[in-house]
């Protein structure tokens, strides 16, 4: 390899839709990049859309992985899971020492840690990193989450850097931190957005079932709501999609559309880790589970065969109840940013990820999917207090909760009556709710735990735990019952039983 003349600083593993525009990009700033893929038609398309820009793809691995100048930089764009591992296994054995290696898919971020951990005891360079953007982010500017091998990073900087999204001259990308932080920050991303979306499609079964409107309206409504505090990618693609026509048809495409969500996992990995890290992450629960609802449509058919058609918002005031619902969109979609940080922030200090909270919000703000004007203030609030324990302790975040937070309990109130299913709406305002109580009701769920289990239980003002013998009618029960301070009850001293 090392007697073939170098060419290309940069190398494209996977020419779908990401790793073709992404490369384009790339192309577009005057990087000399080299694609490989196993599929002919896509190297026949890269090369028909890269016509007279320094790009060259391959259907030959070795012969790729020669033209590359050395050391060599390669990324895959490849679906997550056991692909990656075998495209790993396939391209190793013709590197050198010392070449690194970017995974640009949304790779569980466990999976990072292992192969992070492999390919350093091997010599290589290595780091995953976290693309959002979609097909037009990945050709015109994605927001980029690098995380991993620090080296490795400040050697690819100068391209992530011209090829991200920019925000006030700024790039859409920063090294995020060692290990997997990259890929663990863009499961994290994705679960605000199942959120959102879970948030936005209940907005359009409000709008459409509760108040009866027509599409040309509900269009006007998230045009005008772009326009304002609102404003974001999601509700943008949301205003043309309620334009868009079907081919040869008088009709929006999306009434022909099936309702069944689906998913790729990750919004799914962003919930079970949550719950791992012991971190509420209640509005994104309710969209992975409302995703999975979908799916039962046969069931959802035959039940409201059965229960009837879901009667409707009636005789509220229409103008009311829009500008509640402005309200508690506006309110939810903040929450379910506050989860997603809120647990970033645990995460940093679980897996000692270093995590810089303003940084992240920073590059959100351009080229990805959750990019919103809110952005703006989470940025501001991290960076003014990057200790920040939770965004909304933040006092412009307050001053905006304490706003919206009358009309979303309003909007719920007349949506549960009328029997419309708003769950990632309710769901946000009981986190609101649960968070923002001082003593929550969790002291009758230790007593029960202790009860049935002999769980276990603290006490206010006393150091230790204490278990009680519920039960005065057991046998023996005076006996098996010692008494502490004459109180009734019995500082443990036996190893505590693990959580049930």
Not at 177 to 203: C, D, R, W
Not at 368 to 386: E, G, M, T, V, W
Request: one cysteine or more; glycine letters at 10%.
């Amino acid at each position: 390899m090392s007697e073939t003349p170098t060419k290309y600083a940069f190398g494209m593993i996977g020419l779908g839709t990401m790793g073709r525009n992404l490369l384009l990009n790339m192309a577009d700033h005057n990087f000399a990049v080299a694609g490989y893929d196993k599929d002919a038609s896509k190297i026949d398309l890269l090369g028909k859309e890269g016509q007279g820009k320094p790009v060259e793809g391959f259907t030959n691995l070795s012969d790729f992985i020669a033209s590359l100048e050395t050391p060599r930089a390669i990324m895959m764009l490849v679906p997550a899971g056991k692909i990656v591992d075998s495209v790993i296994d396939e391209l190793t054995p013709l590197l050198d020492k010392g070449d690194m290696i970017i995974d640009g898919g949304n790779s569980y971020f466990l999976d990072t840690t292992r192969r992070d951990a492999e390919l350093e005891a091997k010599g290589f360079h290595f780091f995953g990193m976290g693309i959002s953007g979609g097909e037009e982010g990945a050709r015109f500017g994605p927001s980029m989450m690098p995380g991993g091998d620090k080296e490795a990073y400040q050697k690819m900087k100068p391209v992530l850097e011209a090829v991200a999204a920019k925000v006030d001259g700024e790039p859409c990308v920063t090294y995020i931190g060692p290990g997997a932080s990259g890929h663990f920050v863009k499961m994290v991303h994705n679960g605000i957005e199942y959120g959102i979306m879970q948030l936005l499609a209940e907005t359009y079964d409000i709008l459409k079932n509760g108040l009866g409107m027509d599409n040309q309206a509900i269009q006007q409504l998230f045009t005008k709501w772009n326009e304002g505090r609102l404003q974001s990618f999601l509700v943008d693609i949301t205003k043309d999609i309620f334009a868009f026509i079907a081919p040869n048809t008088d009709h929006l495409l999306l009434d022909d559309i099936k309702d069944e969500a689906r998913a790729k996992g990750t919004g799914k990995w962003t919930s079970q880790v949550a719950m791992d890290l012991q971190t509420p992450l209640g509005t994104v629960d309710t969209a992975v589970s409302m995703r999975d609802m979908s799916k039962y449509k046969a069931l959802r058919v035959q039940m409201e065969g059965l229960y009837g058609p879901r009667p409707n918002l009636g005789s509220a005031n229409k103008e009311q109840v829009l500008e509640q619902l402005e309200q508690a969109f506006y309110f939810s979609m903040i929450i379910s940013y506050a989860q997603g940080m809120h647990m970033l922030a645990n995460a940093s200090v679980e897996y000692k990820y270093e995590l810089n909270l303003a940084e992240i919000a920073k590059i959100w703000r351009g080229g990805c999917i959750i990019r919103s004007k809110f952005l703006n203030d989470i940025y501001n609030a991290f960076k003014h207090q990057p200790d920040l324990a939770h965004l909304l302790l933040d006092a412009e975040v307050q001053k905006q909760i304490q706003e919206s937070v009358v009309g979303t309990r309003a909007l719920l109130a007349q949506t549960v009556a009328a029997g419309l299913a708003t769950p990632a709406y309710a769901a946000s305002l009981s986190y609101f709710e649960a968070l923002r109580t001082g003593r929550m009701p969790s002291n009758l769920i230790q007593a029960q735990r202790d009860y049935f289990g002999a769980h276990t239980y603290e006490l206010i003002g006393h150091e230790g735990v204490f278990h009680t013998q519920w039960a005065p009618d057991h046998e023996d029960a005076a006996n098996k019952q010692d008494t502490h301070e004459g109180e009734g009850y019995v500082k443990h001293e036996e190893p505590v039983i693990p959580n049930k």
